[in-house]
Nanobody, 123 residues
């Protein structure tokens, strides 16, 4: 398994940008599909984006498509989420997750999770 640590969250005005980072430990990082999820207070955890082991395939929730970009650097054991044109409804705790299988939008199918980083978008 891998250990995941997110960073880069904060407070930003609507229309602004943030870049989240997720640092992974372990030598098998490139064997994991990576994903970003988010959870707002009182809501279920929801899929945001996912990227395949080799970065060849990316998937996005409709709510963030065209605004967010997921990427990874296997040499550095890092995965990123570039968030542009942020909206107040993007406010949530953002989690990095790793899955030993292929793409999934279901958080139940992810094996490892970070502790999260808070993103707050003010209007």
């Amino acid at each position: 398994q891998v250990q995941l640590v997110e960073s880069g969250g904060g407070l930003v005005q609507a229309g602004g940008s943030l870049r989240l980072s997720c640092a992974a430990s372990g030598r098998t990082f490139n064997s994991y599909t990576m994903g970003w999820f988010r959870q707002a207070p009182g809501k279920e955890r929801e899929f945001v984006a996912s990227i395949s082991r080799s970065s060849g395939l990316t998937y996005y929730a409709d709510s963030v498509k065209g605004r967010f970009t997921i990427s990874r650097d296997n040499a550095k054991n890092m995965v990123y989420l570039q968030m542009n044109s942020l909206k107040p409804e993007d406010t949530a705790e953002y989690y990095c997750a790793a899955r030993s299988g292929t793409y999934s939008y279901n958080p139940l199918y992810y094996d490892c999770w970070g502790r999260g980083t808070q993103v707050t978008v003010s209007s």
